[in-house]
């Protein structure tokens, strides 16, 4: 019986270590390698949409 509660904790224990290793590899790899792209997508479309015209409402 001692064997199995061993076994059970250190699956839990193994899993939750992955878990978070992997939550803390993922934050820092956004802050070292994501730094210059975190508006590109939004400055690019804004730059498409210069010289448009607004849309008018019509109700």
Known sequence: MQ???DL???GLFVI???A???II???VASRLFGRGKAKFFLN???K???GWRKVQRRI
Do not use: N
Request: zero cysteines; aromatic letters at 14%.
């Open 8 to 10: 059970t904790l250190l």
């Open 25 to 27: 590899t993922q934050g």
């Open 3 to 5: 064997f199995f509660i």
């Open 48 to 50: 498409t949409q210069t």
């Open 44 to 46: 690019k479309s804004k």
């Open 16 to 18: 939750g270590l992955t």
């Open 20 to 22: 978070f290793m992997g």
